[in-house]
């Protein structure tokens, strides 16, 4: 019973869920370690990861070092970077690195601000809609294994299907590679 409990104010948790809108994101800013903190914070109420850590130091110098997010000034971050991060996170749980960047890149095009506006409304939203899902499905160990499995084969079908969006779109937006010659020897 001590389960269901936690269970259930888990979803009344996630009916609150909020996040900071972009100008209330630190308006200094911080360096690896604050950012790292500040993130994790954020990104454990909906996020999981295999070592417990949503974002490390490690991952964000490889998102650097891709050109995934924009190169510190100065060792620090700002408010474009630190959206872009939380973005890149929270999209990264159902999409590959290359693709969660795509999407963010082709609807980046207003700027950062409006990019996490939207998606901050957006994953508000839907958070909030699945724990109010999730409150009236009834307590029973039935209808929960139930809920549990209409909930993955839907992630798994609309992840098939923001795949091929972002595929397509891709391909639209990009021209294709001109191929290699091959020497002869």
């Known amino acids: 019973m001590a ?37 994790n914070k954020l990104l454990c109420r909906i996020c999981r990861s295999e070592d417990g850590t949503p974002l490390t130091q490690n991952r964000i110098n490889n998102y650097v070092k891709d050109g995934r997010i924009a ?9 474009d970077q ?25 609807l980046g095009e207003d700027g950062t601000e409006h990019l996490y506006e939207s998606f901050r409304t957006q994953q508000e939203q839907i958070v909030k809609s699945c724990a109010a899902e999730l409150s009236k499905t009834g307590q029973d160990e039935i209808s929960l294994r139930e809920k549990a499995l209409e909930l993955v084969l839907r992630s798994t ?6 795949e091929a969006i972002i595929e397509t779109l891709c391909k639209e937006e990009l021209p294709a590679k001109p191929k290699k010659e091959k020497k002869k020897k």
Do not use: H, W
């Open 157 to 162: 079908a609309e992840r098939f299907i923001a």
């Open 82 to 106: 630190i959206a872009m991060l939380y973005m890149l996170c929270c999209t990264k749980q159902n999409l590959q690195l290359p693709e969660a960047s795509s999407l963010l890149a082709m």
């Open 71 to 79: 190169r510190p000034v100065q060792k620090k971050y700002g408010r």
């Open 3 to 39: 389960d269901l409990e936690k269970l259930y104010k888990t979803a009344a948790e996630l009916s609150d869920f909020s996040l900071p809108t972009y100008d209330s994101l630190p308006e200094i800013d911080l360096y690896m370690d604050q950012l790292t903190g500040y993130l």
